[in-house]
């Protein structure tokens, strides 16, 4: 597949141990934030997205945290599987429906 | 969700030549989006594709080298011009369905990976 994700930072984490993604993001206005997984050679695929009105979403084995005191987000997953070894990034609105991404982590899954 | 194919899937190009990616989407949609990807790198938002009108271009992205299209509310068109091997990338289409309107999630092609020689 392509190199999705050669250059940027990698997170290491032992399978079944959870893996927290962090993401900063600089539009203050943004209302919208999501959080795609991006395997290799395929397009992003989403996995959870949160308002601004709110500090926590859960879903199935993952929950986002947004801080908008210090403009940040992080994606947690829960007993992490060799499955979820892709790159995660970060999304925020960026007017007139658009999505503006961060620069991504490669999460590596080890048995 | 909204199925969207990208065609050519991946090409491998010579310098100067130009190539046309089309998106078709299976259902309407509000928003029709067009990002590259660069080698190891994030999405880059190119331009909004607008229906029946000219493309909205993000700073950096001009017309003439990425000519876009949308006749309709479920294909498109980005051509990458004259191309040169910093073009490289992976191009992908993304959408906005009706059914997701008032959010903001963006659904994506599985990209075209264009090699630039």
């Known amino acids: 597949g392509e190199s999705v994700g050669l250059h940027l930072p990698t997170l290491s984490v032992q399978e079944g141990d959870n893996s927290i993604i962090n993401c900063a993001y600089s539009n203050s206005a943004s209302d919208y934030f999501i959080w795609y997984k991006q395997e290799s050679g395929k397009g992003p695929q989403f996995i959870i997205d949160?308002?601004?009105?709110?500090d926590k979403r859960q879903g199935q084995r993952v929950t986002v945290l947004l801080n908008k005191t210090v403009k940040h987000l992080s994606l947690q997953i829960a007993a992490t599987q060799p499955g979820d070894s892709a790159v995660y990034f970060c999304a925020h609105s960026g007017g007139y429906n658009k999505l503006i991404f961060g620069a991504g982590t490669r999460l590596a899954v080890h048995p | 969700s909204a199925v969207i194919s990208q065609k050519p899937s991946r090409d491998i190009c010579q310098r100067g030549t130009s190539l046309t990616i089309q998106c078709q989407v299976d259902s309407q949609v509000t928003m029709m989006f067009w990002y590259r990807q660069q080698p190891g790198q994030s999405l880059t938002l190119i331009a909004t594709?607008?229906?029946?009108?000219?493309?909205?271009?993000e700073s950096g992205f001009v017309i003439d080298k990425f000519p876009i299209s949308r006749p309709n509310l479920t294909f498109s068109t980005l051509t990458v011009s004259n191309m040169s091997p910093e073009d490289s990338s992976i191009y992908l289409c993304?959408?906005?369905?009706?059914?997701?309107?008032?959010?903001?999630?963006?659904?994506f092609g599985e990209g075209s990976r264009l090699t630039v020689l």
């Open positions: 993304s959408v906005t369905p009706y059914w997701r309107s008032n959010t903001g999630e963006l659904f």
């Open positions: 949160i308002r601004s009105n709110m």
């Open positions: 594709a607008n229906q029946g009108s000219e493309a909205t271009y």
